[in-house]
């Protein structure tokens, strides 16, 4: 009888423990996958970071490089959504003209804050 006791108290040990390292698998394949949507996460909201600078940049120069005063505001807008796709096609970043827009727009608001603080004051209400 102890035998058989001894065999089915080892049987049940055997498989307590490889109940145990799957629910262990389960949880870290959970985490890493977690982890792995947070460093997607982070890594667009750095490259997106990295499109909005430049396009602070390109920004800035468009409005107050003399080479671009003779453009029209259209034109400049025209020429700062093909540079800043460019741009972001160039570093695998993928952007619609629509978002590329709404980046633009973004920049310049903060930018005529900066040069023109009662603008953005009488702006703010």
Do not use: C, W
């Not at 629509?98 to 804050?113: F, G, L, N, P, T």
């Amino acid at each position: 009888m102890d035998l058989i006791l001894q065999a089915a108290l080892q049987s049940l040990i055997s498989a307590l423990a490889v109940a145990v390292a799957a629910f262990v698998g389960y949880l870290l394949k959970g985490l890493a996958a977690a982890g792995l949507a947070y460093l997607k996460t982070k890594l667009s909201a750095t490259q997106l970071s990295f499109v909005k600078e430049f396009a602070s940049t390109m920004v800035r120069a468009l409005k107050q490089s003399p080479t671009y005063q003779e453009f029209t505001n259209a034109d400049k807008l025209g020429l700062a959504i093909v540079q800043i796709t460019q741009f972001a096609n160039e570093h695998g970043i993928t952007l619609g003209e629509a978002e590329v827009r709404d980046i633009i727009e973004e920049q310049v608001q903060i930018m005529k804050s900066q040069l023109y603080p009662d603008f953005a004051r009488i702006l703010e209400g």
